[in-house]
């Protein structure tokens, strides 16, 4: 994945993620906060590829945030697939 591409993707997590959170995400477990911290994280990230214009480091990539879902107690649902989707992409970017 280019920088492009994560760019583009980041900004439709970040707008699935706008407040309010629709009724749909509320049924996933999706919490206003939980929204709000996942999308400052990918904000992020997308500030720091559009400065940049290059992916970050390996290391310094959110390659947790299936896990920092999990802790949320969100598992399940369309948002959550694309989210480890993107997270997987970034891990083999």
Known sequence: MDAT???RKL????????SPIPAD???EG???ESAEDLR???E???QQIELSGILPPR????LN??????????QDGQLVEEVAAFENELRHA
């Open 5 to 7: 591409t994560a760019l």
């Open 11 to 18: 900004d439709q997590l970040i707008g699935k993620l706008a």
């Open 25 to 27: 995400l509320q049924k």
């Open 30 to 32: 999706w919490k206003e």
């Open 40 to 42: 400052r994280r990918l």
């Open 44 to 46: 992020a990230l997308r």
């Open 59 to 62: 290391d310094e990539r959110p």
């Open 65 to 74: 945030m299936i896990r920092y879902l999990d802790s949320w107690g969100i």
